[in-house]
């Protein structure tokens, strides 16, 4: 059997690790992000039916366009931020990952830059290596809340020049917000474009970056996800909002085909049902919010989170505490912040198992 390192890999890919949580079977799973609410039965049951009906037609190709899908993605869009779009806004491939992938084909690649604000979303620099573009990452400061410092974003702006410039919010790992007035600071300072991305937006309560898009329609993308807020982790499906011409760019790159029959369906059944599925959104905020406030009278220091997650230390060893968690039954994550971890906000239950080991494992006054 061969080893990775017998193989002709390319260069800048050794030593590298695989994206990935840890993939292990504990009682109370909060190291993921996902929505731990099932699907509704009407959601289950239309796709079922679409199933039954699509069967026979699984000898053709899919909707290349998918402009079913976009059609309801724009709907849901208007709706939600209140921004009138359309499906020629509108984009959509398996999960946002592919979504950014794409983005990146088609405005990174050699000789190009990506910049990102960090600790961000892992998959930034990931994705951006794997398009053999050079990833510039500027620090969050743990002293000021790890938000964005602008003088230091301008700065480095100025300096470096990226083409591709990401802004998540509400961040991952971190849970807090980079606000409109910050967004267009960057945006304006950019030479490229700029993808907020807002994986975690429907558990917020501030604007879209959205709104924006009408003032910067070559600079502007806003990348999402059915991922969290719709039960949808095992659909795959992202999309994103922008100037038609971004639609245009990325089909110069995505691959023939690339959402199926079955994929576009059932992510068509998630929207047409998207009031039931998003009253959970509500829950799971006010679940957050008992998390975070407990947490504080623990005595952790906890990031405000706006996201359905929960950032939390200060601890002198994070794997150690890691360990500590699991080792009473719960999986959350060590994203490799030192003397951070990260908790997804999960059900009642399995929240209070949660704080009942942070409870065993709290800082001792």
Not at 12 to 39: C, D, F, H, M, S
Not at 185 to 191: K, L, S
Not at 329 to 348: E, F, K, M, N, T
Request: negative net charge; glycine residues 6%.
């Amino acid at each position: 059997m061969a080893n990775l390192s017998d193989l002709p890999l390319r260069e800048e890919l050794r030593g590298q690790t695989a994206y990935g949580a840890p993939q292990l079977k504990v009682i109370n799973q909060l190291n993921t992000n996902e929505n731990p609410y099932a699907p509704s039965q009407a959601i289950i049951d239309e796709i079922a039916e679409k199933v039954c009906e699509l069967g026979a037609e699984l000898n053709r190709y899919p909707d290349r366009d998918a402009i079913g899908l976009r059609t309801e993605l724009a709907r849901y869009i208007s709706r939600q931020t209140g921004v009138t779009v359309d499906v020629e806004n509108v984009w959509a491939a398996n999960g946002s990952n592919e979504v950014l992938q794409q983005l990146l084909q088609a405005f990174g690649g050699p000789g190009r830059k990506a910049m990102g604000f960090t600790p961000s979303y892992s998959m930034h620099p990931i994705l951006s290596s794997g398009t053999l573009t050079e990833f510039i990452a500027v620090e969050r400061q743990e002293s000021e809340g790890f938000a964005i410092n602008l003088d230091k974003a301008r700065a480095a702006i100025a300096e470096h020049r990226p083409d591709v410039i990401f802004i998540t919010t509400p961040n991952n790992p971190t849970g807090n917000l980079t606000t409109l007035a910050e967004i267009r600071d960057i945006v304006e300072a950019a030479p490229g474009i700029v993808i907020v991305d807002e994986a975690y937006a429907e558990f917020c309560d501030e604007p879209s970056a959205v709104t924006l898009l009408k003032d910067y329609p070559t600079k502007l993308v806003v990348s999402r996800t059915m991922s969290k807020a719709f039960d949808f982790a095992g659909g795959r499906l992202g999309y994103f909002v922008a100037d038609p011409a971004f639609i245009e760019a990325v089909m110069l790159v995505r691959l023939p085909y690339h959402l199926s029959t079955l994929a576009q369906a059932a992510a068509t059944a998630a929207l047409h049902h998207s009031v039931d599925t998003l009253a959970t959104v509500e829950k799971l905020c006010q679940e957050r919010d008992r998390v975070r406030t407990r947490l504080a009278e623990l005595g952790y220091d906890v990031i405000e989170s706006h996201s359905n997650f929960i950032f939390f230390g200060h601890f002198s060893d994070s794997h150690q505490a890691w360990e500590g968690f699991l080792k009473r039954d719960v999986l959350i994550r060590d994203v490799g912040v030192a003397g951070w971890l990260r908790a997804s906000v999960g059900l009642p239950e399995e929240n209070d198992a949660f704080l009942s080991a942070a409870e065993e494992l709290a800082p001792k006054a």
